[in-house]
């Protein structure tokens, strides 16, 4: 049995009355790249805050490759941490600011500024190592905090939105640098993100997180196949969620709503696990369905239903449509440029049609929101 | 039509503005000359002028010594003080205590509640401790009394500081008094540097306090002076100010100058 590099067993932080995180648990396996993902207040930045040992527990613990450091102070953890807004030391050039974390470990003089170097080289910043940290640009700070976070060869990087202030371009630049670096040291990574994009870019394993719960971990194709719940299917990318009483019997599933079938494949339904009777959730993504003429006979094996368009979103490579179906739902539909046969405009009725294998069944507790 | 309804209340506005500052700086000012007059009595306009009572300032047993204690004083209270005030600043800020506020409120009190009335609370202890007339005794009525200025002054480097940075520093592997150290002193510097400058000045010119707990035989300048000019009204009085002026003025514009040049992070 190898330790994981990250284990979070019952992890919990009340701050009062409010329960900040509920009981997480994690594993997470050597080289790994995970992001926490969720809407602010979901609890992942107290979660690494955790990790790092800047807020204690209220219980539950925390293992750092096979260690027990629940209760060890932060300076002893060894776990390399990158802040939104840098923290670099102002006080101290670039290469001090990645010397720092050497000289805090007693590193000889020689070996030091070796280190540093290849550090600096590593970031591809060889030639900033003597400059104050206003004198370099967001992005430039981003790297040489990496690059201190990273020098002393910490069991865990963790990174709080690091990418947060920064603007899109050099944003997903960064994104690609931090991955291939992260590789090519073999880092494991605990990375917060607010933005689903950087998640499935970046990720081997994204937790999703709400109301100090994991709601759904996995790979970014797990959450966006297969979510587990209304919040991940509304978090992960757009979708569609047609609601209805789900019934079974010997013909199969389908959902009903208003009169209007639409009928289950085996696959969609037993991962389901309903129950006939209960209300559930069609959730289905926007590239998935096909918009065709109304009248037209529907294509065997397929699910249907009136809808008129209401907008019609030119995005360049794709178009993106907005549609009211004939039992009061808003849909999106997403298609390639020239993919379809025809281009629709508002106020065309359409037949929406989608393959009875595609989409997810999920409750509808009648209390969400 | 505006410009030359505009220019005659500018003109107004400058002459008022002029008017309030000589009104501020002309009875500091005014010592000046009086210090350099050849008269033998404190008068404005001077008659003439002489550097005959620097000499006799300088020659004089009761200003000199009364000039070391009051160095002495003020460098001992300035030590003290800033290193009593950062200590209490830290704990101010990055504490987290019940009865902060109070905390606050308490150590700031010096600089709100009158002199006099510190004064002879002072007096009526320290005659308790047998500290009357002694560097001691004033020393730690000064020390109180500065504090809140080097509370201030640090407080507000400390605030400029993101938290993160020491979060920063300890997550690479500094303890917490490592990261004091290396990280939070040096960029809180500026700001102590700054407080033992106000806290030196504090103690320098203090003459309420210093009037209650001196003695004929432990005097501090303020105090000869204020002595000075109530029995015999000489020159060298002034002359003797001009030089604690000019102190208070050097020490005012490093102060000043140590501020602008506090790092922005």
Redesign the interface.
Known sequence: MTASALGLRGLTKHFGDVVAVDGIDLEVQPGEFVTLLGPSGSGKTTTLRMI???TTQTSGTIEVGGLDMSHV?????????V?Q?Y?????MTAAQNIA??LE??HIGRDEARRQVAEALGLVRLEQHGGRYP?QLSGGQQQRIALA??IV?GPRLLLMDEPLGALDKKLREALQLEILHISRRIGATVIYVTHDQEEALVMSDRIAIFNRGRIEQIGSGEDLYERPASLFVADFIGESNVLRGTFQRDATGGRVVRDGVEWHLSEGVMDRAELAGGTEAALVIRPERMRILERGQPTPGGLNGVAATVNDVLYLGPIRKYGLTTAVGQKVVVREQAGSSGRDWASGDEVWLAWDREAGVLLADPPTSS | MAESWRQPRRLLLLAIGALVVLFLVAPTLIVIPMGFSSSKILEFPPPGWSLEWYGKAFASKEWTSGMWNSIQVAVVTAVLATILGTLAALGLVRGRFPGRTLLNAVLLSPLIVPVIIIAIGMFSLYVRWKITGSLLGLVLAHTALAIPFVIVSVTTSLRTIDRNIELAAQNLGANPVRTFRRITLPLILPGVFAGSLFAFLTSWDEVVTAIFLTSTKFRTLPVVMWEQVREVVDPSTAAVATIVLAVTTGVLALAFVVRRQAPAS
Do not use: C, E, T
Not at chain 1, 87 to 91: Q, R, T
């Open positions: 790092a040992g800047f102070p932060p300076y002893k953890r060894d776990v390399g941490m802040f807004n923290a670099l030391f102002p006080h720092f974390p805090m470990r206003r201190r976070a002393f």
